[in-house]
């Protein structure tokens, strides 16, 4: 426990974090909501007796989650989100981590190039860790992403990696953005991010990936991508784009359910909240995943979806010379 909050610090704390979810929550609607519940706690004495910081935190994290659940809407002292997470409990575990954090694995499994992440971080090596594994394997005969253990990230190792998948130029899915962080928040135009007609309020753009012309041979292979109930965030936009553009099959189960995409904000000295600031769906038909998870394909336990894909695999061509054991 650090030192106890006084009434102007959590005071502070609810001014400053109903603003914000006022302003640039995904659903503005939804933003107000929670204000308003804010506001009437405070001015209720709800929180007039938590004066430490964790269960502080805690508690306006559940009053805004009873208004409307959200996988990413959080308010905690500065330092929990400072603590790298651990890998979900529930993901089958790597026995044999060879890559940079992010990504646990890149081997070959007989003709199949396996990559296995536990998040997409925004660091430039993973990205180029996993394209150079790629071009350096681009006669595998299928490719197998495990995004089993995947508790989400940012859309740079996306971009290395799927020119080497696709054959022509794809738009994936749609990514709306509250306008008032449009220009400042987590997702910027691009060349893998494109603008599309929108309402005043929000910001439209298409994710967008176009072909790797140098290196063509892995763009009509098999892929498999391999999901557990752990499975979040950009996870599960990359899920959703391979499952709507029918370019991999998911193998496992479905997915968290954590569609909206936002940042950290300061709320005080003390405390930090995500503010979830867009959300990502099937321009097609609206849909997302916020609260619902991306159905596999083919619905296995996640401990069996390894086996399944190798079973996928074989059944499309690749050769394995030796049994396959769960990495």
Do not use: C
């Not at 959200?70 to 330092?79: S, W």
């Not at 494109?194 to 041979?217: A, G, L, N, Y």
């Amino acid at each position: 426990m650090g030192q106890a909050l006084s009434a102007d610090e959590r005071r502070g704390a609810i001014e400053q974090l109903s603003k914000v979810l006022e302003n640039d929550f995904v659903f503005p609607d939804v933003g107000a909501r929670y204000a308003a519940i804010l506001r009437a706690n405070l001015a209720g004495g709800a929180y007039d007796s938590l004066t430490d910081p964790t269960a502080f935190g805690e508690r306006v994290t559940a009053d805004l989650q009873a208004v409307a659940k959200d996988g990413h809407l959080r308010l905690a002292p500065q330092e929990v989100f400072a603590q790298r997470r651990p890998p979900p409990a529930d993901a089958p575990a790597s026995t044999r981590p060879s890559g940079p954090p992010g990504l646990e694995e890149a081997k070959m499994i007989g003709d199949v190039a396996y990559l296995r992440f536990n998040e997409f971080p925004e660091d430039p090596a993973v990205a180029a860790a996993a394209r150079r594994f790629l071009l350096a394997h681009a006669d595998a005969k299928a490719v197998i992403i495990d995004a089993r253990p995947h508790r989400g990230g940012g859309l740079g190792v996306m971009d290395a990696i799927l020119p080497l998948l696709y054959a022509r130029e794809t738009h994936l899915v749609r990514m709306d953005t509250r306008a008032s962080v449009a220009d400042s928040g987590p997702m910027q135009d691009g060349p893998t991010l494109v603008r599309q007609p929108s309402p005043p309020t929000i910001v439209s753009r298409d994710h967008v990936v176009t072909p790797d012309p140098s290196e063509r041979r892995l763009q009509h292979v098999p892929i498999y991508y391999l999901t557990s109930r752990s499975t979040a965030s950009a996870a599960e936009h990359l899920a959703l784009a391979f499952k709507r553009t029918r370019r991999a099959i998911l193998i496992g189960e479905t997915t968290r359910g954590a569609g909206h995409y936002g940042g950290l904000q300061d709320i005080g000295d003390r405390f930090a909240a995500f503010i979830p600031v867009g959300r990502t769906y099937d321009p097609d038909t609206g849909w997302d995943w916020e609260g619902k998870g991306v159905a596999p394909d083919v619905a296995v336990p996640a401990d069996q979806a390894l086996d399944e894909a190798i079973r996928e695999a074989k059944s499309a061509g690749a050769r394995f010379a030796v049994p396959v054991k769960e990495p």
